[in-house]
């Protein structure tokens, strides 16, 4: 499997497209605004067709191109916690960009806590991550060892959160149950920046320190 960063949209939100060149199949995690014309690029040039779109968390900047994207009849993963932001993303609009497209997206196949499925030969773990927001999840492939955790936690810091439903507390919690409990080799993609590794975050994080 072969990941590929897209940063996109007014904030660079971080989409990664995966890629299996021996299934000529591709997973998509996150789908910010005017990624898609990037993604299709790249599965023409990889031979690959698209079979799911995994949304960590329902926040704008992570789903400006979803429903464009599902409109080709991929179907979307994501929380119930987070089905408001997705079908209805007008309810964010206070905390968007003025003139900012907001499409709205329907959730395919809902997700939760432990939750395990197959994509591109491998088993994806789900873990849900609350904190940043109401729905955010991580989908960790287990064979390659990578995570990929939206908002809740980025290299040498955390996601905000001041937003609706959230809570510090209620992050450090999800961050040290869900992720510094994987493996410590796990490489960690967030939605914004480069990636990490659990046990780079173990050691430095400043604001969620690991307790044995």
Not at 78 to 85: C, G, N, Q, T
Request: include cysteine; charged fraction near 20%; proline fraction near 8%.
């Amino acid at each position: 499997m072969e990941i590929h960063a897209l940063p996109a949209g007014p904030i660079e939100t971080n989409a990664y497209l995966l890629t299996d060149a021996a299934r000529h199949e591709a997973v998509l995690v996150d789908a910010p605004h005017e990624v898609w014309p990037e993604v299709q690029a790249l599965l023409a040039k990889t031979g690959c067709s698209l079979v799911a779109l995994l949304i960590t968390h329902g926040h704008w900047d992570h789903t400006g191109d979803a429903g464009r994207i599902q409109q080709t009849g991929v179907p979307l993963y994501a929380h119930e916690e987070d089905r408001m932001f997705i079908e209805t993303p007008e309810c964010m609009a206070l905390f968007t960009m003025p003139g900012l497209r907001l499409d709205p997206a329907k959730i395919d196949r809902l997700v939760k806590q432990g939750d395990t499925f197959e994509l591109l030969g491998e088993t994806v773990e789900v873990r849900h991550v609350p904190g940043h927001c109401p729905g955010n999840v991580l989908f960790y492939f287990r064979t390659t060892g990578a995570a990929f955790v939206g908002d809740a936690i980025f290299a040498g810091s955390v996601g905000r959160t001041d937003f609706p439903r959230g809570g510090f507390e209620m992050l450090a919690h999800s961050i040290r149950t869900q992720i510094y409990t994987l493996p410590d080799a796990t490489v960690l993609y967030p939605g914004h920046g480069p990636e990490t590794d659990v046990a780079e975050e173990k050691a430095n994080n400043p604001y969620v320190p690991f307790r044995a």
